[in-house]
T-cell receptor
Framework: QQKVQQSPESLSVPEGGMASFNCTSS?????YFWWYRQHSGEGPKALM?????GDKKEGRFTAHLNKASLHVSLHIRDSQPSDSALYFC????????????????FGQGTSLSVVP | VTLLEQNPRWRLVPRGQAVNLRCILK??????MSWYQQDLQKQLQWLFT????????VKSLPGADYLATRVTDTELRLQVANMSQGRTLYCTC????????????FGPGTRLTVL
């Protein structure tokens, strides 16, 4: 069973519009969440991290985390054609003694297309 | 600035043949090195994290068998064997002050296609 469920599978928004992605985890050990973006032919690149409940805003990007429901979301306002890419949420476990900090568990990804 | 170099960047692999991949770390401030695979459906999956020279691990997953080796502080290797489905392998690195807050940086990847 997928431990991090991501939706939607694909999304098309007009240039200037809002794009939103959602992830829900089934594992309460996951305490740290990331959003990664992957352009075609490249490796994934971290967009944002979020570790505390609430919103975190960085420019056009806003992430939201609700630890009680294990739900994390990403919103992109004023979407640009250059935002067209695969978006992944990723989670990792907490704990000082954890040896699995480098083990990110990824959602299935959302393919975003921003149409001019 | 490129943190990771991977080679080869792509490879055609005859069925039943093993292939060896290399990853070179360009900045020693990010010593925690890992391998991830991305399958044809674009699903990313962690494989290994190797911190110290001499560390070795093996793993069998649907579609491929893996042997990872931390050769030096700056070189990570991966042998892929018995591959039945194509995939892309990514090397990653994260910081000295590692932990859950440390960002992982992905290399450009090695794309493997089964002949």
């Amino acid at each position: 069973q997928q431990k991090v469920q991501q939706s939607p599978e694909s999304l098309s928004v007009p240039e200037g519009g809002m794009a939103s992605f959602n992830c829900t985890s089934s594992d309460r050990n996951f305490q740290y969440f990331w959003w990664y973006r992957q352009h075609s032919g490249e490796g994934p690149k971290a967009l944002m991290s979020i570790f505390s409940d609430g919103d975190k805003k960085e420019g056009r990007f806003t992430a939201h985390l609700n630890k009680a429901s294990l739900h994390v979301s990403l919103h992109i306002r004023d979407s640009q054609p250059s935002d067209s890419a695969l978006y992944f949420c990723a989670a990792s476990e907490g704990g000082i003694a954890s040896s699995s900090f480098s083990k990110l568990v990824f959602g299935q990804g959302t393919s975003l297309s921003v149409v001019p | 600035v490129t943190l990771l170099e991977q080679n080869p960047r792509w490879r055609l692999v005859p069925r039943g043949q093993a292939v060896n991949l290399r990853c070179i770390l360009k900045n020693s401030q990010y010593p925690w090195m890992s391998w991830y695979q991305q399958d044809l459906q674009k699903q990313l999956q962690w494989l290994f994290t190797l911190r110290s020279p001499g560390d070795k691990e093996v793993k069998s997953l649907p579609g491929a068998d893996y042997l990872a080796t931390r050769v030096t502080d700056t070189e990570l290797r991966l042998q892929v064997a018995n591959m039945s489905q194509g995939r892309t392998l990514y090397c990653t690195c994260s910081g000295r002050d590692w932990g859950p807050y440390a960002e992982q940086f992905f290399g450009p990847g090695t794309r493997l296609t089964v002949l």
